[in-house]
C-alpha cells in the first residue's frame, strides 16, 4: 500500500477518526453492545435468537458505505504492493491473532480504550508493536 502524501492532510484523517468514534459511541450508547467487527461477524457463527439482524445490518452498512460514496465521488486509487500469497499469509495472521487476542484492532483500539480496559490496552500496544516489527523486518531487514 502506497500512501498518498501529495493529497494526504491530516484534516482528513482527523475527521475520520472522530466519525469513526461518534459511531462506536453511539453504537454502544443506543445498542449497548461494543462495535469491534469481529465479534460481530463471530457472532453469526452461532447467532444468538434475534441477534442475527442487527449483526447483518452493521456489516452491510460497512460493504454499503464505500460503494454508496462511489456513487458522489471518485473513490481514492489504492495501490496494494504486495502479492496474493503476501497478502493472505497476512489476512490469516491478522484472524489468527483477533481470535487470540479476543478482538480486532477496531475492537480494543476504539471501543476498549475508550472503555478503559487494561486488556485492550495491552491488545492494542501488541498490535502495534507487531506492525511496527513487521515493517521494519519487511522493509529493512528483507528489502
Known amino acids: 500500500m502506497i500512501i498518498d502524501w501529495i493529497h494526504f492532510t491530516p484534516w482528513s484523517s482527523l475527521a475520520g477518526g472522530v466519525l469513526i468514534g461518534l459511531a462506536a459511541a453511539a453504537f454502544v450508547l443506543f445498542n449497548g453492545r461494543i462495535a ?15 441477534d442475527i439482524g442487527w ?3 452493521f456489516l452491510l452498512g460497512l460493504v454499503g458505505a464505500p460503494l454508496a460514496y462511489a ?14 500469497t503476501t497478502l493472505i499469509a497476512a489476512g490469516l495472521l491478522v484472524g489468527l491473532g483477533t ?5 480486532c484492532t477496531s475492537g480494543h483500539g476504539v471501543c476498549g480504550l475508550s472503555r478503559g480496559s487494561p486488556r485492550s490496552l495491552a491488545a492494542t500496544a501488541v498490535f502495534m508493536l507487531a506492525g511496527f516489527a513487521t515493517v521494519f523486518v519487511t522493509r529493512h531487514l528483507f528489502a
Do not use: E, F, N
Not at 469491534?36 to 434475534?50: K, N, T
Not at 481470535?99 to 478482538?103: E, L, M, P
Open 55 to 57: 449483526r447483518l445490518a
Open 71 to 84: 456513487l458522489v465521488a471518485a473513490p481514492p486509487a489504492v495501490t496494494i504492493a504486495a502479492g496474493d
Open 99 to 103: 481470535r487470540y487476542g479476543s478482538g
Open 36 to 50: 469491534g467487527i469481529s465479534g460481530i461477524l463471530g457472532g453469526l457463527l452461532r447467532p444468538a435468537r434475534g
